[in-house]
T-cell receptor, first 114, second 114 residues
Framework: AQSVTQPDIHITVSEGASLELRCNYSYGATPYLFWYVQSPGQGLQLLLK??????LVQGIKGFEAEFKRSQSSFNLRKPSVHWSDAAEYFC????????????FGQGTELSVKP | DAGVIQSPRHEVTEMGQEVTLRCKPI?????LFWYRQTMMRGLELLIY??????IDDSGMPEDRFSAKMPNASFSTLKIQPSEPRDSAVYFC????WGQGSPLHFGNGTRLTVT
């Protein structure tokens, strides 16, 4: 069965510091991979997605993620965090030929300290 | 593009009452998803539709839950009778039909059952 693991429930970083949020997935083949962000009281917003090709994908708000097949990972990175990045981040997978339904990780809450 | 519209934003009801959540997907999107978010279980897919037809309802927790999509621009999720453990945020999302299409989420309905 497909699954997504985000090992870090909560991370705190200083403003201006770099960020890496971890995501590991379990799937029989290479799935479609996504990162979403959720601000309090809001729905989820797509940051970036990976389908195939270049394993480093760029997203909105200065985020990027790297797909590593050997590690079944799709970690999210940002070189310099802004206070407005404080939110909850979700990694998700979608199996090919499964109608687009997403399986989400448990989320990582990001706090940014001045 | 008005995005996915959900109503109501908040619903407080007493145990045993019927609750109906509503969703208007983005025009032109062929797939619609209902998710439930709780602290304990994270984001769970309840059911999804393609071209108004339910494709996978394996996530619907029990018979008290039902969902309909009478046309391409409207869907409902009904809980009858409601129980305190149904308290959660319910999200509707839509996407264009196609493998790996990203989901566009509404802002959710926060349901509290007392």
């Amino acid at each position: 069965a497909q699954s997504v693991t985000q090992p870090d429930i909560h991370i705190t970083v200083s403003e201006g510091a770099s960020l890496e949020l971890r995501c590991n997935y379990s799937y029989g083949a290479t799935p479609y991979l996504f990162w979403y962000v959720q601000s309090p009281g809001q729905g989820l917003q797509l940051l970036l997605k990976y389908f195939s090709g270049d394993t480093l994908v760029q997203g909105i708000k200065g985020f990027e993620a790297e797909f590593k097949r050997s590690q079944s990972s799709f970690n999210l990175r940002k070189p310099s965090v802004h206070w407005s990045d404080a939110a909850e981040y979700f990694c998700a997978v979608a199996g090919k030929n499964q109608g687009g339904k997403l399986i989400f990780g448990q989320g990582t809450e990001l706090s940014v300290k001045p | 593009d008005a995005g996915v519209i959900q109503s109501p934003r908040h619903e407080v009801t007493e145990m045993g009452q019927e609750v109906t959540l509503r969703c208007k997907p983005i025009s032109g999107h062929n797939s619609l998803f209902w998710y439930r978010q709780t602290m304990m279980r994270g984001l769970e897919l309840l059911i999804y539709f393609n071209n108004n037809v339910p494709i996978d309802d394996s996530g619907m927790p029990e018979d008290r839950f039902s969902a309909k999509m009478p046309n391409a621009s409207f869907s409902t999720l009904k809980i009858q009778p409601s129980e305190p453990r149904d308290s959660a945020v319910y999200f509707c999302a839509s996407s264009p039909w196609g493998q790996g299409s990203p989901l566009h989420f509404g802002n959710g309905t926060r349901l509290t059952v007392t």
